[in-house]
């Protein structure tokens, strides 16, 4: 049976890292770092996120600055805000909550956010940095970044490694192949083009699953041993629970289980790490200011 890769324990001992970090530049500089939430109006889905993302900052010590704008605010108020953000020296990071409403360009509205507040990692300067060899980001995708630590701190090593992405979105796809990429694994993506993906995934030690299609990749699609880590969230019918569905992953859990080394849950694995290197980005951007 695979070993369980609990990305909430690992989350609880990184937010204790930041509190204590936190702390330290209070103590020293009499600052804290602060973050910008922006959410455009009143998608259930969004304002959940969003108040995850305001506690937890809460729960470490950091500023939150809460930007809360009606649904039909106009583009150029939107621009307005982050700049008036870029301008104010407590907020270190900004963070422009996803999807936005249909008549504001989400691409122009993210290319307004300073480089050095982009704690999303999504500035194209940011990821062509990502993808060139020698040059480091100065902020990485929290998504990416979150599953390249539970690797990392679940003692699986990168270097040598054949990997599979499963997916080439912009926020997860992509980016998360060019950390493996950056951290010695050789990588493939697969996608919906790809012919034979099956017979790709099974030859991967690592597997980065964020296709978006529940519960795809079966136990039979894996080596044996490999590490696999599920970034897919969907919502799949249950009529036992009171909600009536219930959320997988893009890897069945079930038959992955009894065939993987190591495997993330959904929900429970992949979700609770982006928030954490959030917060760590966030540290990491205050860092660079206080210390000027």
């Not at 909600?243 to 009894?258: H, I, N, P, Q």
Request: with cysteine; proline share 5%.
């Amino acid at each position: 049976m695979a070993k369980i890769i609990d990305g909430k324990a690992i989350a609880k001992d990184i937010h204790g890292e930041i509190a204590d970090e936190v702390r330290s530049l209070s103590e020293k500089y009499g600052k804290v770092p602060g973050l910008a939430v922006v959410i455009v109006g009143t998608r259930k889905d969004s304002q959940s996120y969003v108040r995850m993302k305001r506690k937890a900052c809460a729960e470490v010590g950091i500023k939150s600055f809460d930007i809360d704008l009606p649904e039909d605010v106009s583009e150029d108020e939107v621009i307005a805000t982050v700049h008036q953000l870029n301008a104010n020296p407590d907020v270190h990071g900004i963070l422009v909550q996803l999807p936005l409403p249909k008549h504001i360009n989400e691409e122009k509205v993210l290319s307004e956010i300073s480089i050095e507040k982009d704690v999303d990692g999504f500035h194209p300067l940011n990821i062509g940095k990502l993808a060139m060899k020698g040059r480091d980001p100065l902020f990485t995708p929290c998504t990416p970044k979150g599953c390249l630590e539970l690797l990392s701190r679940s003692g699986i090593s990168v270097r040598g490694k054949r990997a599979v992405v499963v997916g080439r979105s912009n926020i997860v796809g992509l980016p998360v192949a060019l950390l493996l990429l950056k951290a010695d694994a050789t990588v493939t993506i697969v996608h919906s083009r790809t012919p034979d993906s099956e017979k790709i995934i099974q030859e991967a030690d690592i597997v980065i699953a964020a296709a978006g299609q529940a519960m795809m990749i079966k136990g039979d699609w894996l080596k044996p041993g490999a590490a696999v880590i599920d970034v897919g969230t969907n919502s799949v019918d249950d009529p036992s629970r009171k909600t009536g569905y219930r959320l997988v992953g893009d890897v069945d859990f079930e038959s992955a289980s009894k065939v993987a080394g190591w495997l993330t849950p959904v929900p429970g694995g992949v979700g609770p790490m982006t928030v954490a290197m959030l917060l760590k980005n966030t540290l990491d951007g205050a860092k660079l200011k206080i210390s000027q």
